[in-house]
C-alpha cells in the first residue's frame, strides 16, 4: 500500500483511524513499518471499518489491492 497517495487522511477524515493512531502510523521510519502498523490497527477494528478501509483504497487509486482484499475474503 502506497500510504503517500492520501490513504491514511481518508482513513482519518471517515473516522476508521483516531488522530493518535494516524500519528501512530506517520512516525513509523519506513512504508513498511508505516504499513504493518496499519494493519495491525485494522485488525481490531469493525467490519463496517474494513468496508471503509477498501472504499478509501479504491478512493485514493489503489482498488488493486482493494480487489485483492476482497477476492480473498
Given at each position: 500500500m502506497d500510504l503517500d497517495q492520501g490513504l491514511l487522511t481518508e482513513l482519518f477524515s471517515t473516522s476508521?483511524?483516531?488522530s493518535r493512531?494516524?500519528?501512530n502510523v506517520?512516525?513509523?521510519s519506513?512504508?513498511?513499518d508505516r504499513n504493518e502498523c496499519l494493519i495491525q490497527l485494522l485488525r481490531r477494528k469493525s467490519q463496517r471499518d474494513?468496508?471503509?478501509?477498501?472504499?478509501?483504497l479504491r478512493t485514493?487509486?489503489?482498488s488493486h489491492?482493494?480487489?485483492?482484499?476482497c477476492s480473498s475474503s
Amino acid at each position: 500500500m502506497d500510504l503517500d497517495q492520501g490513504l491514511l487522511t481518508e482513513l482519518f477524515s471517515t473516522s476508521v483511524i483516531s488522530s493518535r493512531e494516524l500519528e501512530n502510523v506517520r512516525v513509523k521510519s519506513t512504508s513498511f513499518d508505516r504499513n504493518e502498523c496499519l494493519i495491525q490497527l485494522l485488525r481490531r477494528k469493525s467490519q463496517r471499518d474494513f468496508g471503509v478501509f477498501v472504499d478509501a483504497l479504491r478512493t485514493v487509486g489503489q482498488s488493486h489491492i482493494a480487489d485483492i482484499l476482497c477476492s480473498s475474503s
